[in-house]
């Protein structure tokens, strides 16, 4: 059976198991196959039942002697009791709201048992154990033995799960071949792909397990790397226009600016500007830490690109983050002849020397805003990722700048391609959200080049930062309204209560009731969630800016970027929760003047490891060095979010392991000239590439 089949052509998936599993992202035999475990539950260890002993994890084998459902009196929980015994002895074992059970054993069976025993007043039992019955000369899958645990939606089962992938194994078995080369498998001992999906799915032991381990490691880091080489190879092919570098205008722009650009920011300013110069597409990644200044090195090549007649687009995740850069953006081309345009979903605007702010309300209307940009009129285009949906097209778009992004997927590139009329393909500039050390960004974005921004502004002080204990939460309130009395404003943030309030609804509005009728009465308080319509987030995010809001609460998930020099405090409840990275881009909401600023970090219940971890971000201001020490502790997908897809591909390798990271480099940059010759790794890199966009 081919691997490419959807997973329904195997007998026991069907339509509502196709859905969950599309939840996952699996849709083919190839993505179940390819769905890893993310840990193996060890029942490697046998016992006699005469041998038990409590709070260990343990399988045992007996035959069912007694088995009954009953209701618990003080829960309410079905409860599911056996008692089984072998010739040393017998144990009970109980499951709860599984009633289905006896169901699937019998009284009389002989079965296998894996779980952890308990003691309850001297009486040892199993709570929940693994269970299956003993069918003679059939291996067990579910106990006794290594067991994956997946990660999956609440309807799937693990059972299910692991059955589905058995099947899917033996089914494809034939058509499965390795897309690594014979050399390399040969070369680095790795296992070859049927085995070691056997062995990651079904290891009869620890070092099977960890053999496939090594060879999905060694596979996930040259794929990334090679896939990057294709990406950057693929993109040099295409013809872009060559932006003159307009060395008045730029100069002039420069000394019209409330302040002088730092050496770095004239240094990374410079690199692209040259980048532009070339008649090959530009693809490349400005990285500074928060507050560096970012958007003026940005606003230099729109500039560039303007003068010499271009389109120019700048692209944001939110739309409150595209219409600051509007704002921005029409503050600093004052004197410029260019129009400006906004296509966020609800917000439409243009701007220009002539004619100031137009607002374009009605469908009517913006289609005129549309037009403008299809034309050629409208010279820098600002919008969130509306900006690639079909109606918008351009004439000659020359640059594409790409906020608070890391990487910009291939699909995208191309829609953003297909838009022009001129049949070029446009400089990109991603400007990224978490800065990494160059020496790891080379693997991660391999396919881009860097452009650093080191250090911040001078003039700005460094933002005093403390862990807060509950006991002091009083005295933060008060020193948020001692600040909001001089004419400063506050950022409070929340962390989702729980899994289910993804949006951070009910963690913001409760919060923000019980601070209206409590400790921040007395100020003017607005909150922001993920639920709220555009143009309600729009309409507190001006009340922020023009000083009408003291204290902006908000959710974690609603925004990056934002600029507010007049906040100078940020206080984070149950700051244990968020990862580094994430703290100190928070933190970086404030101190964007020369006033004092400060950053409160209120963790909620703390380990000692959340409390080592705080203090590294008070220890700490460096963006760098923080995302690096959060890669370490927590890994890539946690770092980048599941959205930057290539990374949370790597389950098994870290892009911190540099060793592995350079020899697998060194293999991915032989093949990638040899890739016609190794039709199944260029069949992978292919598939690789189409998942690469963001959602
Ligand atoms: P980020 O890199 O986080 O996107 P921004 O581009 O938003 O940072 O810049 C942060 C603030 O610093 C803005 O208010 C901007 O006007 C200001 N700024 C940028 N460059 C300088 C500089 N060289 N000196 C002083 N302030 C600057
Ligand atoms: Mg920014």
Redesign the pocket.
């Known amino acids: 059976m081919s691997i490419d089949l959807p997973v329904t052509s195997i007998t026991s998936i069907g339509q509502v198991a196709e859905k969950e599993l599309r939840k996952l992202g699996i849709s083919t035999i190839r993505d179940l196959i390819f769905y890893y475990p993310y840990r193996f539950e060890d029942f490697t260890v046998r016992c006699a039942i005469g041998d038990l002993k409590a709070h260990s994890t343990v399988t045992i084998q007996g035959t069912v002697k007694l088995l009954e459902n009953r209701r618990s009196w003080r829960t309410k929980r079905i409860v599911t009791e056996a008692l089984i015994s072998d010739e040393t002895g017998s144990v009970k074992a109980l499951w709860f709201n599984q009633p289905f059970i006896v169901k699937n054993i019998a009284i009389g069976d002989v079965v296998s048992l894996s779980g952890r025993t308990s003691d309850n007043y001297y009486d040892l039992q199993l709570v929940s154990p693994m269970y299956e019955k003993i069918i003679p000369g059939r291996e067990p899958v579910h106990t006794g033995r290594l067991v994956p645990v997946y990660s999956l939606t609440a309807k799937l089962h693990q059972k299910q799960f692991r059955n589905f992938i058995k099947r899917a194994l033996l089914a494809c078995a034939e058509s499965l071949v390795d897309h690594l080369p014979a050399n390399i498998l040969a070369q680095e001992k790795l296992l070859p792909l049927p085995r070691a999906l056997e062995a990651i799915h079904t290891p009869s032991e620890e070092t099977e397990a960890n053999m496939a381990k090594r060879r999905f490691a060694f596979d996930e880091l040259f794929l990334l790397q090679l896939c990057n080489l294709v990406t950057r190879k693929n993109i040099a092919r295409h013809p872009a226009r060559s932006i003159e570098f307009h060395k008045k205008e730029t100069n002039d722009f420069v000394s019209s600016?409330?302040?002088?650009?730092?050496k770095s920011?004239k240094q990374a300013a410079w690199e692209i500007l040259r980048d532009m110069e070339k008649a090959s597409p530009m693809n490349r990644l400005l990285e500074?830490?928060?507050?560096?200044?970012?958007?003026?090195?940005?606003a230099l090549a729109i500039l560039n690109a303007a003068r010499s007649g271009y389109q120019c687009a700048l692209m944001a995740p939110t739309e409150i983050l595209a219409h600051q850069h509007f704002k921005?953006l029409a503050s600093l081309f004052q004197k410029t002849p260019f129009r400006i345009a906004l296509c966020a979903s609800s917000n439409f605007q243009s701007w220009d020397h002539a004619s100031g702010f137009t607002r374009y309300a009605t469908k009517k209307e913006r289609s005129i805003l549309f037009e403008h940009i299809r034309s050629g009129q409208a010279d820098v285009v600002i919008g969130t990722h509306a900006l690639l949906e079909e109606k918008v097209r351009f004439e000659n778009l020359a640059i594409a700048v790409i906020?608070?992004q890391h990487r910009f997927g291939v699909e995208q590139r191309k829609a953003l391609c297909d838009k022009n009329a001129d049949g070029t393909m446009p400089h990109l500039l991603s400007?990224t959200a978490t800065p990494i050390p160059r020496s790891l960004a080379l693997t991660v974005y391999g396919d881009l080049d860097l452009t650093l921004?080191q250090g911040?502004?001078?003039?700005?002080k460094r933002i005093i930062t403390k862990i807060v204990p509950q006991e002091y939460r009083e005295w933060v309130y008060d020193f948020i309204k001692k600040e909001i009395v001089r004419g400063y404003q506050a950022f409070i943030i929340c962390p989702l209560i729980d899994p289910s309030d993804v949006l951070g609804v009910r963690s913001v509005t409760q919060e923000a009731k019980r601070l209206r009728e409590g400790e921040l009465s007395s100020v003017r308080l607005g909150i922001l969630h993920g639920k709220m319509k555009s143009n309600e987030k729009e309409a507190v995010m001006r009340g922020v800016a023009s000083g009408e809001i003291d204290v902006l609460l908000s959710t974690s998930v609603v925004e990056v970027?934002i600029?507010i020099?007049r906040a100078t405090v940020v206080l984070i409840e149950g700051a244990e929760r968020f990862g580094l990275a994430q703290l100190h881009q928070f933190r970086?909401r404030v101190g964007?003047?020369s006033r004092q600023s400060y950053c409160f970090l209120l963790p909620t219940e703390s380990t000692k490891e959340d409390r080592a971890r705080l203090k590294a971000v008070v220890a700490s201001h460096d963006g760098f060095a923080l995302a690096e020490k959060d890669l370490m502790l927590r890994g890539e997908g946690d770092v980048f979010g599941e959205r930057q897809s290539g990374m949370s591909r790597l389950a098994f390798s870290s892009i911190t392991d540099a060793e592995l990271v350079k020899k697998t480099r060194l293999y991915a940059e032989h093949y990638l000239p040899r890739l016609g010759e190794f039709p199944n790794l260029n069949k992978r890199v292919e598939i690789l590439q189409r998942y690469s966009h963001l959602e």
């Open positions: 600016l409330p302040f002088v650009l730092t920011q500074g830490d928060v507050g560096s200044g970012k958007t003026v090195v940005a921005t906020d608070e400007m921004i911040t502004p001078h003039g700005r970027g600029d020099p970086g964007r003047s």
